[in-house]
Nanobody, 119 residues
Framework: QVQFVESGGGLVQPGGSLTLSCAAS????????MGWYRQAPGNERELVAS???????QYADSVKGRFTISRDNRRNTVSLEMHSLKPEDTAVYYC?????????????WGQGTQVTVSS
């Protein structure tokens, strides 16, 4: 299994920006895809962005045009730039590897990083 450590969350006002980072415990080069999920209280975990090894990117409709996912295979990291943040973006954000169906490859999840959008 690969371990993932997320960081970069915090408290930000509506309209603000944050960049999240995810560090993997070993190479992500061979993984089909990497993804960022989020989970708000009372809600299921949802996939908000994914990027394949071939750099094919998909976003949830709710974040299109505001979030940008990228990966650095040399550093084994995945980032999520978030702009024009809204209160509904408030959630714990997680990253993980994905299979060809863009479903999680692993059973384990990291601690996540809390993003709170509030004035």
């Amino acid at each position: 299994q690969v371990q993932f450590v997320e960081s970069g969350g915090g408290l930000v006002q509506p309209g603000g920006s944050l960049t999240l980072s995810c560090a993997a415990s070993r190479s992500i080069f061979a993984l089909y895809a990497m993804g960022w999920y989020r989970q708000a209280p009372g809600n299921e975990r949802e996939l908000v962005a994914s990027i394949t090894s071939g750099e094919t990117i998909q976003y949830a409709d709710s974040v299109k045009g505001r979030f940008t996912i990228s990966r650095d295979n040399r550093r084994n990291t995945v980032s999520l730039e978030m702009h024009s943040l809204k209160p509904e973006d408030t959630a714990v954000y997680y990253c993980t590897g994905l299979n060809r169906n863009l479903a999680p490859l692993y059973d384990n999840w990291g601690q996540g990083t809390q993003v709170t959008v509030s004035s």
